[in-house]
């Protein structure tokens, strides 16, 4: 069966260092996320891509996040300056139609990521 | 902003006992979703449920949507060992804003003891 695939597993960084958290969706999925789940707490949305460009986004996903899919392939999480509290697990998910139409989210493994 | 209770948090259960854990919501939500997540991995995909009252059954779990669209219950008939986890419940929004995200609730984490 098809899945979602993250790189790397886990990425240890210093505070105020740039980060980029790769991710291979589903190929016929259109609609591609991130979420991320600080330790004992929910899963959280940031983000929302389809049709090259951000669908929606949340109150966490300020200036400092990016998103970007540079090939037909990859889909790529970018954080310029590392803060502390961006220390997280990090999923990427894809659908194929968007969440309001009933269509399941595909997750990855995720990417534990250790801000120091 | 849209909010899923899950109750308990915490569920510890011999072998072979049954148990149902909750989702609760004072919002509307097209569908709902079950997940199970093991430790150092993503959420897993268990079920959709998204007409009023509908009942879905996955072996041993039985997954219940609310009439109102506004809450759900997972049911384990038998529990065994290897059901330990966290299950979480997930809510796909109605069209509109916010249709691209899913909420999530906490989860109940379930510990079944042999």
């Not at chain 1, 210093?14 to 016929?28: A, F, H, K, W, Y």
């Not at chain 1, 929910?42 to 049709?51: A, Q």
Request: hydrophobic content about 30%; aromatic content about 10%; glycine content about 8%.
């Amino acid at each position: 069966e098809p899945e979602v695939t993250q790189t790397p597993s886990h990425q240890v960084t210093q505070m105020g260092q740039e980060v980029i958290l790769r991710c291979v969706p589903i190929s016929n999925h259109l609609y591609f996320y991130w979420y991320r789940q600080i330790l004992g707490q929910k899963v959280e949305f940031l983000v929302s891509f389809y049709n090259n460009e951000i669908s929606e986004k949340s109150e966490i996903f300020d200036d400092q996040f990016s998103v970007e899919r540079p090939d037909g392939s990859n889909f790529t999480l970018k954080i310029r300056s590392t803060k502390l509290e961006d220390s997280a697990m990090y999923f990427c998910a894809s659908s194929p139609r968007q969440p309001s139409y009933n269509s399941p989210l595909h997750f990855g493994n995720g990417t534990r990521l250790t801000v120091t | 902003t849209q909010l899923l209770e899950q109750s308990p948090q915490f569920l510890s259960i011999q072998e072979g006992e049954n148990l149902t854990v909750y989702c609760n919501s004072s919002s509307v939500f097209s569908s709902l979703q079950w997940y199970r997540q093991e430790p150092g991995e993503g959420p897993v995909l268990l079920v959709t449920v998204v007409t009023g009252g509908e009942v879905k059954k996955l072996k041993r779990l039985t997954f219940q949507f609310g009439d109102a669209r506004k809450d759900s219950s997972l049911h384990i008939t038998a529990a065994q060992t290897g059901d330990t986890g966290l299950y979480l419940c997930a809510g796909s929004p109605l069209s509109g804003a916010g249709s691209y995200q899913l909420t999530f609730g906490k989860g109940t984490k379930l510990s079944v003891i042999p």
